[in-house]
């Protein structure tokens, strides 16, 4: 048998990706917590009749899923908004309105891999539900733009592309167009920049309009539209609004928008969209039979499209340092010079840990020389050597280079006293 | 259709579990990171060969296994270990030895739910790969101890049991018993405590062995036995031996351990054990058919019967105050009393969240009554309300009731301010 290898779409997280990923972690919480949102989380697999009530039978070709070995059906989650629905509609006597809730975890897709999409991704979700203003929608984009600016992503290299389904659902009456084109229509004009014009036109002659006169539609669609008038008194109140741009060929892909709906795109790079969202208000309702009728608002954020254009983003912030420093480095590593001091060098192990210290030492004998060269390698602020001295012990500053002895007993305090201290020098040179 | 539930042993997280989650991760963490450990993260998918090579063909009957839309054999992870493996043998030379490495995230078993088992469960994975000495078992000793005594459980809530799997080899070779009874013998002494008697001896007759002797020999395996000489000058140096008691009972059910085998188990509540692991010093070269032959050793511990136990111990930290203060309540609450002024009212919450302060607000107009109710409601300590004397607003201490009244310009800062001083009086009564 070859090696074993990743199955085709998923990814390893080696501890450099791991600290990167947590870094993207902390700044999503960090914002969404900011703006008062609660986390919660959802079961990974679902049963896969949640998917098809949300988007009908011909999601499960692009689902992972499966019959159980009690011929359940289910399914790896491919979003978390209908588990998000199932939820929220079952206890949402337990909890005040409006929720602003929020979600980071895996989602799955059978879909082929490519930049950009993997099929393991991660997804930030944030939703607001039992709130139908325009103000919860302003709160989902100002989010969705505050997160982009915590990662160091500038004004210059993103925006926010809006739209309303209403604009199109009011254009389709106008015209008398049957209700049972919508979606199709709304599908035209998804692919509107993408596809011939004159496909689009042959494919809009067939339900009755024509290409012209969309495009005269799109294009009046400007931010005076009166669609736009309360979102943009709001944005614009929070100094905000520049970081938006109206594009009524946004429809998003799911049927299941019912007004604003919006993607954060890169502007330098032509990445795919690295997030997406908008109000559903039927959703809630669909999803319970109509037992619970809620509005609802929310947006999700991947990690692989927002992975990429960090690294094309140059004053972006990697995480590098926290990766370094926080989550693969420690504070102190104690050196074990004289074997015969290895009980009192744990001994001091243990209570430099217990300080709250992060510590490494040699767990097998091993020359001087090495372990030097380990306490360097995990970025070690102090070496701590135990020798015949012993019990005097040596604090050595591997940044300034200073070194000082002290009695074993004094040692915690003083680790723990120099460690607040500013470095000095070059720590991850 | 009725209203849609989770999957058979799957499980939701609201908020407050969520927060429950999050301070166990918080707390798995930070130790491990205390002792020099660095995280990483692996598929939830992998090949099912992948289990199929570490466990044998039996292994599939406790597995989420599929097929693919593509025929391809795949498998929800039960356990992190044998991607560990994959990874750590794909690059090992990428990483200097010893590897410390942790890892938490979601784990899949096919099993009955029952009290302590569901069939996703969380687990926190620690391993040390490319070190053989009893120092290392006795790091990860140790590091299971210190997560029991951060959680708040006490010496008298738990234990360590420990055993080595050489004693039995040992003792099948000092009986002539052939190797290939050995897997049959270590699953008869595994049930040794709870097996009866007599169905025990006959087994054990069955391979050429009697009860008698086989307790005589566990029995005589005790804390002055060589094979735990080292284990215990290092644990005891610590501090730790005292969590520790020998039980030559413990073999852990699966096949692959080599030497020190160990669990966490509560004292007081007869529950599953809260974690357990060992050493296996010939899985890396199992998994790269012999090309990386390297030591290691880990453990796993899972949340669900830690959860258990957490919620039966007096005085173990639940971390409901991170909950209520950090993950679900805000620092302010911004009130808007007259309508007009929610332009002036939205340019501070966006301010005031710029300067790293947790804000909320109504996104509708709604009563000042009801806005002071969702800012008690959200723990708010500052309630910020903007009236009809805009410029000049109101800050309202909702722990001491003090008020006082700020210029808008001064607001930030003076909000920033305050945050920083002590809490006064009872916040969360």
Chains 1, 2 share one sequence.
Not at 156 to 164: G, K, P, Q
Not at 221 to 236: I, S, V, Y
Not at 241 to 249: E, F, K, L, M, N
Request: hydrophobic share 45%; glycine share 8%.
């Amino acid at each position: 048998m070859a090696s074993f290898r990743t199955v085709k779409g998923f990814r390893d997280f080696f501890p450099e990706e791991c600290a990167m990923r947590n870094y993207i972690f902390k700044t999503w919480r960090s914002v969404a917590r900011g703006y008062g949102f609660v986390e919660y989380e959802a079961p990974v697999v679902e049963s896969t009749d949640l998917y098809r009530k949300k988007s009908g039978d011909e999601i499960t070709s692009q689902l992972f899923c499966f019959l159980d070995k009690a011929d359940r059906e289910i399914s790896l989650r491919p979003e978390v908004t209908p588990s998000l629905a199932r939820m929220a509609t079952t206890r949402h006597r337990d909890f005040k309105k409006p929720m602003k809730w929020f979600q980071i975890g895996s989602c799955f897709r059978y879909e082929e891999p490519q930049e950009g999409r993997s099929r393991e991704f991660i997804q930030f979700n944030a939703d607001i539900l039992g709130d139908a203003s325009a103000g919860s929608d302003a709160e989902l984009i100002a989010l969705s733009i505050d997160v982009m600016l915590a990662f160091g992503i500038k004004g210059e290299d993103f925006a926010i592309r809006l739209s309303n389904r209403e604009l199109w659902t009011q254009y389709l009456d106008g015209k008398n167009v049957p209700a049972e084109h919508a979606a199709t229509f709304l599908q035209i004009v998804d692919k509107i920049e993408r596809a011939k014009p004159e496909d689009t036109a042959n494919k809009l002659a067939a339900i009755g309009l024509s290409l012209e006169d969309v495009r005269a539609f799109m294009a009046a669609a400007d931010e005076n539209h009166p669609a736009f008038a309360a979102l943009r008194a709001d944005l614009t109140a929070r100094g905000l609004w520049s970081y938006v741009r109206i594009d009524a060929s946004i429809v998003r892909g799911l049927a299941y928008y019912t007004g604003t709906v919006f993607e954060v795109f890169d502007l330098k790079h032509g990445l795919r969209a690295v997030a997406g969202g908008g109000r559903y208000d039927k959703l809630c309702a669909l999803m319970s039979d109509g037992s619970v009728d809620m509005p609802a608002a929310g947006f999700a954020m991947g990690d692989v499209v927002l992975g990429i254009l960090l690294s094309k983003t140059p004053g972006a912030q990697f995480g590098i340092t926290d990766y370094l420093n926080a989550q693969c480095g420690v504070d102190a590593y104690v050196v074990i010079a004289d074997e015969p001091q290895r009980a009192h060098a744990l001994a001091a192990v243990q209570a430099l840990r217990s300080a709250g210290v992060r510590v490494d030492y040699s767990m097998a004998a091993q020359k001087v020389g090495k372990q030097f060269q380990a306490a360097e390698n995990q970025k070690a602020r102090f070496a701590i050597v135990f020798g015949a001295e012993y019990p005097e012990v040596q604090i050595k500053n591997l940044v300034s280079r200073e070194q000082t002895m002290v009695s074993a007993g004094a040692l915690v305090g003083t680790v723990v006293e120099a460690l607040k201290l500013p470095v000095v020098g070059p720590l991850l040179a």
